[in-house]
């Protein structure tokens, strides 16, 4: 049961969320195995703002030992 959560700057469309939640689970059941039944993807905006205090905070900075892709940017 793959599960994907995406935080992006607002200003994409619902119709661009809904391709790249498509794709996203597409690639997942490719590489995984598994059924396209099991995978979610939820997308959600956050403004810059935010960023660093919601995402880079909280789920990217004390992930880092997880992250297969890292950013090429920081917050610090």
Request: hydrophobic share 30%; proline share 7%; with cysteine.
């Amino acid at each position: 049961m793959p599960h994907v959560e995406i935080k992006c700057f607002p200003g994409r469309t619902d119709a661009q969320k809904k391709q790249c939640a498509e794709k996203i689970a597409e690639v997942i059941t490719d590489v995984f195995g598994c059924k396209l039944s099991s995978v979610s993807v939820v997308i959600k905006d956050i403004p810059e703002s935010e960023w660093k205090e919601k995402v880079w905070d909280v789920d990217i900075k004390p992930n880092e030992k997880y992250m297969y892709k890292k950013p090429g940017y920081t917050c610090d």
